[in-house]
C-alpha cells in the first residue's frame, strides 16, 4: 500500500524526470563520497589527538626549553607548547 507522502515523493520524481536508476547511480557517489569524507576527518582527528592529547619531553638546548614538534621555545612548566599547540610532558 502506497501512503500519501510515497504517491507525493513519485510525483516530483515524475516532475523532474528521474528515475529509479538514476537515484541508485547517486546514493552509489553519494556514499562513496561519504566514506571517504569520513576516512578524511578520522585521519584530521587522529592527527590533533597525537599533537594536543599525548605529551612529549621538551628539548632542552643551550639552557632553553624547546617544544619537541615546531622547536620553538617553551615556558617550563606550561601545559601546551603556545606556538603549535603540542602537550608537553614535564615529568617524563
Excluded at 54 to 64: F, I, Q, R, S
Excluded at 73 to 81: A, L, Q
Aim: glycine share 4%; net charge positive; proline share 2%.
Amino acid at each position: 500500500m502506497i501512503g500519501a507522502w510515497e504517491k507525493s515523493l513519485d510525483d516530483v520524481l515524475l516532475k523532474f524526470k528521474v528515475t529509479t536508476q538514476t537515484l541508485q547511480e547517486n546514493a552509489a557517489e553519494e556514499l562513496e563520497s561519504t566514506l571517504q569524507d569520513y576516512h578524511d576527518l578520522a585521519k584530521q582527528y587522529s592527527d590533533m589527538l597525537s599533537r594536543f592529547s599525548y605529551e612529549d619531553k621538551p628539548v632542552k638546548k643551550n639552557g632553553v626549553w624547546l617544544c619537541p614538534s615546531c622547536h620553538r621555545r617553551v615556558t617550563m612548566h606550561h601545559t601546551h607548547c603556545h606556538w603549535c599547540g603540542k602537550k608537553m610532558g614535564w615529568h617524563k
